[in-house]
């Protein structure tokens, strides 16, 4: 299969809060999962990444927890603010070309 | 800074007439360089995979006499939407990946084609 399955399909988190989304794959040949952040009107830009050698990913804010036997991996903004506000889409590659979720549109509060 | 040069940002065309949209890698040769479209609020769909010097590998549903991809050198890929009509306005973005091992993609900031 090669579908990723992303949830939810939007999110509203109060600033301060954390916001968590959760993508699914079904193909165990998938070795890259990466985050992309996407500003309406812009191109997607590369948020974090991870490989399913290590189980977690932290950089700033952001955070990626990865499960392989369950294979699922989720994105954590902790500390949201509203300029996070944006659609996120997980995605996953067994090597060369990406497959994208659906996108998640997360607006965080004042 | 920006890896991915994408131009132009935005055109309204004509039904019928053909639009071409460029995509440059600014630090590094690109030898492979790939095309994505995306509808409002959906997510992007791979369209086409662009080598240098070889021709355009298609996915599935893509009609290459439609979209045409020319990749003329390794820092330059060019979509033709030929004969476009009002079902091919969306956002087209194209996108690079970085020499080296484990290298991740980047993507230029994209086209809104607008056909009417």
């Known amino acids: 299969q090669q579908q990723v399955k992303q949830s939810p399909q939007s999110l509203i988190v109060q600033k301060g809060g954390i916001s968590i989304i959760n993508c699914a794959y079904e193909n165990t040949a998938f070795d890259y999962f990466p985050w992309y952040q996407q500003f309406p009107g812009k191109g997607p830009a590369l948020l974090i990444a991870i490989r399913p050698d290590v189980s977690e990913k932290k950089e700033g804010r952001f955070t990626i927890s990865f499960n392989k036997s369950a294979k699922q991996f989720s994105l954590h903004i902790m500390d949201s603010q509203p300029g996070d506000s944006a659609t996120y889409f997980c995605?996953?590659?067994?090597?060369?070309?990406?497959?994208f979720g659906k996108g998640t549109k997360l607006s965080v509060k004042p | 800074g920006a890896v991915v040069s994408q131009h132009p940002s935005w055109v309204i065309c004509k039904s019928g007439t053909s639009v071409k949209i460029e995509c440059r890698s600014l630090?590094?040769?690109?030898?492979?360089m790939f095309w994505y479209r995306q509808f409002p609020k959906q997510s992007l769909m791979l369209m086409a995979t662009s080598n240098e010097g070889s021709k355009a590998t298609y996915e599935q549903g893509v009609e290459k006499d439609k979209f045409l991809i020319n990749h003329a050198s390794l820092t330059l890929s060019t979509l033709t939407v030929t004969s476009a009509h009002p079902e091919d306005s969306s956002f087209y973005i194209c996108s690079v990946r970085t020499p080296g091992p484990n290298s991740p993609l980047h993507f230029g900031n994209g086209t809104r084609l607008t056909v009417t």
């Open positions: 630090d590094f040769q690109a030898t492979t």
């Open positions: 995605a996953a590659s067994p090597e060369g070309n990406l497959i």
